[in-house]
Every structure is written in C-alpha cells, then in structure tokens.
C-alpha cells in the first residue's frame, strides 16, 4: 500500500525549504541602508585635459568610497562579516534628504562645485586671470522650522528665479524676499539634475536672523570660465573630496611641472576658491584603496580649526591596518605644493 502522507514524516525538510523560499524572497528586497567599503584610487591625469601636455613619471591619484544604496539581504549580511565595511541608514547617509534623488543631485552639485573651484584655486595659485560668475542658489540643507519642503522644494535643487524674476545669486533672492512677510507664498523656478522644476513656498520668519527667508542653508552655483580649454570627466563620481588632487593635476599641466616626481601620491581633501584644503568623510575607506593600489603617499587633509579629525582617523587607520603610504598633512595647496616641489626624484 502506498505510504500515507504525514506533516511529522516530512516536518524537517518542508522547514528547510520554507526557510529557503523566505530568505529568497527577502533577497529580492531592496532594504534603506547604504553600504561602505573601499572604492578605487586612480589617476587624475586622464580625467583632466587642459591642452597642454604633461609627461607624468609617476601620478597623481584620486580616492573614491565604495557605496551601495537600498541593497539586498545578501549584501548586508557580507557587509555585516566584512570588517572593511560598514552598514548606515538610508537616512543617516543621506543626511535626511528628501530622497535618493535629491541627495545624487546635491552631490553632483558638489562634484561639479569642486571642478570650479578646483579651476580657481589653480589659477589663483598661478596668478593668472580666470573668468567667475554666479548663476545660481542651490538647496543644500533645510532648516527644521521650513514648510518649504512640503511644498515641493528639495535639497540639490538650483534657484534661478523668485516670481519670475531672476535670482542667481544668493543677495538677489534676499533682496527679493525682505520685501515679503512671514506666510506670503513665493514661486521658485530653476533647475533640479537635468530638468527644470517650479514651486510654490510659504515663507518663515528665521529663528537665527529673525528675518523673513524660505528656510534653507544655501550655497552658490558657480560658473567658471578658465583661459585654457580645461575639460573634467568626473561624472562618474559624486562629491567634493577630489578637489585637491584636480587642483594639483591642473597646476601640474599647465605649468608643464611633473610634481609627482615619479612617486604614486594619492590623496583626498575638498579645496575652496582661496585654496584651503577642507575635510571629508570616508577617509579610512580611500586609504584602504590607496595602499591596495600601491600609493607611496597620501596627501590628508589637516584642518585644525575644526579638530583634524581626518588626520586623526588616517593615523588610526594606518596604524590598525598596517597600510603602507606614508601620511602628509596639508591644510592648503600651498603646503601640498610646497611638499611634492621637495621630493627628490624616484629613481
């Protein structure tokens, strides 16, 4: 007689394949987390043309992180085992953004805001004349108090109008808004990524200047004009932590001065139009990429005014991890030039 069929009989195995099933089934997920790890740390010299050319002996290398938004159970999980990896909240990465998209436009806005000040440092450094104009207020951060993000503004987002009327610079929105009250409304118009956007915001009174405002930290859009045909092929990447290392490959072609010296430099650090080096986050992650990719330095941002943690986390990490380029503090260009004009040549 055929064998009756019982759940206790195949209890085990119906277990294992339920288990299975949910776990694939949470695979397919996409879950609010972004994921860190190393990135890549290549050269600088293909991504910048400037027209002149550079007979580079060794090269100058930008560092990157390794992200992975909403990722699946899978990744996590390696994530979680990979102790060169580290697991954060969508929101916590993205600094509360609106959404995804509104982050990858900030940070494209930071990118291509580096490129420009990256050029005018450079030129500044040289003294030589480089054309600079605004044409924007871009959305970097909202204030708690705003209604503006309810009514369909968003961080990364470029004003280039108030009420039809043109703002393009952060005192032509001020002065257009110091006529209105607290509670008015205001129609900006510009441009979000690649297309246009319009909308209608309530305005507050500010809680720090205790003028009437939309409510939003902002910064402006610059439109960098040099003398040379300098193009950037950094599309690709987000963010402003390659600043620097353009900024040297800039100096370093148009000057026809190979400042590598035969050396693997690699490096990371933001630069502003006086050529101040700023701070970054990821550090840890762009060291791991340089020692795997051979770099002899690491040019690390040294910001003492606010607490060098950069320099205290590349130490740590140098030291936990056994990397192998040696640390060089700069709080400027001038002092990252200084250093790469005293290397003696590699032989």
Do not use: C
């Amino acid at each position: 007689m055929p064998r009756k069929f019982t759940f206790r009989r195949y209890r085990t195995a119906l277990l294992i394949g339920f288990m299975v099933l949910v776990f694939l089934f949470m695979n397919y997920i996409s879950w609010p987390y972004v994921l860190y790890g190393p990135g890549s740390a290549e050269p600088v010299h293909p991504r910048v043309e400037t027209g002149h050319k550079l007979d580079e002996k060794g090269q100058l290398l930008f560092t990157t992180v390794s992200t992975y938004s909403r990722p699946n159970l899978f990744a996590i999980i390696y994530a979680w085992w990979d102790p060169r990896m580290d697991i954060e909240t969508q929101e916590k990465a993205t600094g509360g953004a609106t959404n995804l998209g509104a982050y990858r436009n900030l940070l494209a806005w930071m990118r291509d805001s580096s490129e420009a000040n990256a050029l005018i440092a450079a030129y500044n450094a040289m003294k030589r004349p480089i054309d600079v104009k605004e044409q924007g207020v871009i959305v970097v951060r909202f204030l708690p108090e705003t209604k503006a993000r309810e009514s369909g503004l968003q961080e990364g987002d470029i004003i280039t109008s108030i009420d039809g009327k043109q703002a393009k610079t952060v005192q032509e929105l001020v002065t257009f808004i110091s006529s209105k009250k607290p509670g008015d409304k205001v129609k900006v118009a510009g441009k979000r990524g690649k297309e246009s956007f319009s909308a209608t915001v309530p305005l507050i009174l500010m809680p720090q200047t205790n003028r009437t405002g939309i409510g939003f930290q902002n910064d402006t859009v610059l439109n960098v004009t040099p003398p040379d045909p300098v193009k950037f092929d950094f599309e690709d990447t987000g963010g402003p932590s390659a600043g620097l290392m353009m900024t040297l490959e800039i100096v370093a072609q148009l000057t026809g001065e190979d400042l590598t010296r035969g050396y693997r430099i690699a490096g990371t650090g933001t630069i502003d139009a006086e050529g101040k080096v700023g701070q970054i986050g990821g550090i840890q992650y762009k060291l791991m990429a340089a020692d795997r990719e051979k770099a002899d330095y690491f040019l690390v941002p040294y910001d003492e005014e606010n607490g060098l943690v950069n320099w205290k986390q590349a130490q740590e990490t140098v030291k936990e991890l056994e990397l192998k380029p040696k640390l060089v503090p700069v709080a400027d260009l001038a002092q990252a030039m200084e250093f790469l004009e005293k290397l003696q040549p590699k032989r």
